[in-house]
């Protein structure tokens, strides 16, 4: 039996509802978690002899709009007594109701957590340091989100040149 076996098998016995889904990539495995599920098979992963994933290395989020549910939290998960690497998948239907925090059991998921609000807006219940990180404290929305706007400037050109440089506030009329 493989890690990736031996990680699907022990969290089925301690688990039997927690795993909605078994998605593989190129020799990556990810396991879809019931939400509900998601702090108590952190626990678990992080705490079992035979696993002990004792360092998340990154949460981030996707915005899969217009798919529903509309996000999902990802957490890498690294074990380095059994170099193995997993991937957990939570599905999030409402950004203000997302996942339970996993900072009591890796502390540096607190900063991953205020990243993930911060850019994707995405709550994480217990989480109570959730601010801005990157952005500005006066910041409106979350920029990373598929229906932020974007705010661009059109791009000038030969062809355009006139009509973009009338609309500068320092043009001169010729």
């Known amino acids: 039996m493989n890690n990736h076996d031996l990680v699907v098998e022990k969290i089925k016995q301690s688990y039997p509802d927690a795993l909605e889904e078994i998605y593989d990539h190129r020799g990556e495995r990810?396991?879809?978690?019931?939400?509900?599920?998601?702090?108590?098979?952190?626990?678990?992963?992080?705490?079992e002899p035979t696993l002990?994933?004792?360092?998340?290395?990154?949460?981030?989020?996707?915005?899969?709009?217009?798919?529903?549910?509309?996000?999902?939290?990802?957490?890498?998960?690294?074990?380095?007594?059994?170099?193995h690497r997993l991937r957990l998948r939570v599905r999030v239907e409402d950004p203000e109701d997302g996942p339970e925090t996993v900072a009591l059991i890796w502390a540096?998921?607190?900063?991953?957590?205020?990243?993930?609000?911060?850019?994707?807006g995405v709550r994480f219940k217990g989480n109570t340091s959730l601010r801005r990180l990157f952005l500005p404290?006066?910041?409106?929305?979350?920029?990373?989100?598929?229906?932020?706007?974007?705010?661009?400037?059109?791009?000038?050109?030969?062809?355009?040149?006139?009509?973009?440089?009338?609309?500068?506030?320092?043009?001169?009329?010729?």
């Open 108 to 120: 540096i998921a607190t900063w991953l957590e205020m990243e993930v609000w911060d850019l994707m």
């Open 52 to 83: 002990r994933y004792n360092f998340l290395s990154d949460i981030c989020a996707d915005d899969m709009l217009p798919d529903f549910p509309r996000f999902a939290v990802n957490y890498q998960l690294y074990s380095i007594p059994h170099n």
């Open 137 to 174: 404290e006066d910041w409106q929305g979350h920029p990373l989100r598929k229906d932020y706007p974007l705010g661009y400037e059109e791009v000038q050109f030969s062809f355009n040149f006139d009509e973009i440089n009338a609309k500068k506030p320092h043009a001169t009329k010729d």
């Open 30 to 47: 990810t396991l879809y978690i019931r939400k509900a599920d998601l702090k108590a098979v952190c626990q678990f992963l992080r705490d």
